[in-house]
């Protein structure tokens, strides 16, 4: 049995944790706040995130040094906007060989930064092809009550990856390895600006057909921004792209749906993120897309509608009207295009 430390002790985190511990090991899960800790003790439960029974083998901690003392591994999992603060404070407590992965989805406004560049940054010590993450298609609801799911984990050093693999890998659980942090990484951060688009198409009455028209051209702009920056086009085909969009933009569990779906009925993102009282992520991570779609020049009018819609309050069917209506187009071009750019001369 490992000691294994989860932080971040909200729904995915603990749902991390849950896995961890069904697998054998002893895990600490570290909430911020003590009365959290206190609580998840005392109850076995974590009422507010993740309302499951919480195995014996987990135990919450509020000092940060005790959680991670002796761990094997380091899970952090909180939210995006958290992922310095938390790392400015990890750094203290690991060496170089610690095994760390991440399972935040999310890109950084303004530095327009990956959760694992944020992380190399705030801990500069630590080799950056050492730091994994994992992605995909995996609700927290669903992965606690141990229903099959997959996800994908990647790092620079592989052997990393294939670590995190078998440390996750379960027989609910499967886990695949990947060499594309990059693509893993935008994969999982811009579905949920997807996400929202899809869940502002629900609210607004449109049907199926609007859904998948967001999530098979919601692709194409992950896909190229992804491929601007490097990823392998392929990434976005598998769990940490299709799959994501598709459990993100269909799932009532999602929080960016839920997100998108009261946006689309009339309410703004005040009134939203009250209501919803959990981490949206893609509302820090579309204000990024915005910003490098708008600096690079990559064409992403979806993500470009939503961020209208979420922060200059344009009317959602202004912003569809004016979707369906821009100049025709050939549907498969620019990634092709980048792959000739790139290959042509192998
Ligand atoms: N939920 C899911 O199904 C999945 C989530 N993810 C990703 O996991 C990440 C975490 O999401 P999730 O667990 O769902 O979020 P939740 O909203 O469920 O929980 C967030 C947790 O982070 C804590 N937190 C907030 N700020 C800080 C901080 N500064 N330091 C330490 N802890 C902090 C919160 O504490 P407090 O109560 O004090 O606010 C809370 O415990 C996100 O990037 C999300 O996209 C990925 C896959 C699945
Ligand atoms: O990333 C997720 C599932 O893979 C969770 O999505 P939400 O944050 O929208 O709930």
Redesign the pocket.
């Known amino acids: 049995m490992s000691k294994i430390a989860v ?7 603990t ?1 991390l944790a849950i896995v961890l511990a069904d697998n054998g090991h002893e895990v600490r899960l570290w ?3 003590k009365e ?1 800790a206190d609580e998840m003790n005392q109850t076995h439960r974590n009422e ?3 309302d499951v029974e919480i195995p014996d083998t987990i135990t919450a901690f509020y000092n940060m040094e005790e959680a991670v003392k002796d761990a094997e591994a380091i899970i952090v ?6 992922i310095r ?2 790392c400015q404070q990890l750094k203290n407590y690991i060496s170089s060989s610690t095994q760390i992965i991440h ?4 890109i950084e406004p303004g530095t327009l930064k990956r959760v694992s560049e944020m992380m190399s940054e705030e801990m500069p010590d630590f080799p950056y092809e050492n730091i994994v993450v994992l ?1 995909g298609p ?4 669903e992965v606690a009550l141990r229903h099959p799911t997959t996800v994908a984990v990647s790092a620079v050093n592989l052997d990393r990856a294939r670590q995190a693999q078998d440390l996750f890998n379960s027989e609910n659980l499967r886990v695949y390895t990947s060499d594309d942090i990059l693509g893993i990484e935008v994969g ?1 951060a811009l579905k ?1 600006i997807i996400a929202l688009g899809a869940g502002i198409s629900d609210g607004l009455g449109y049907g199926d057909n609007a859904k998948a028209a967001l999530i098979t051209r919601g692709l194409a702009e992950i896909a190229r921004l992804g491929t601007s920056l490097g990823a392998n086009p392929l990434s976005f085909l598998g769990l940490s792209g299709v799959g994501d969009l598709i459990v993100t933009c269909t799932s009532v ?1 999602s ?1 960016n749906w839920r997100a998108g779906n009261l946006l689309g009925k009339g309410n703004n993102l005040d009134q939203v993120l009250e209501e919803m009282g ?2 949206v ?1 893609g509302v820090r991570t579309v204000q990024a897309a915005h910003q490098f779609a708008n600096e690079q020049g990559v064409e992403m009018p979806i993500t470009q509608g939503i961020y209208q819609i979420i922060f200059e309050d344009k009317d959602p069917k202004d912003v569809v009207d004016e979707l369906m209506n821009r100049n025709k187009r050939q549907e498969i071009d620019d990634i092709s295009g980048v792959l000739k750019e790139r290959y042509s001369d192998k």
């Open positions: 932080l971040g002790a909200g729904s995915w985190g749902a909430a911020h706040r959290h507010k995130y993740l999992v909180v939210p995006t906007k958290a603060e938390v399972a935040t989805k999310g992605s995996s609700h927290a609801e999982g949920n569990h929080r959990m981490v992520e």
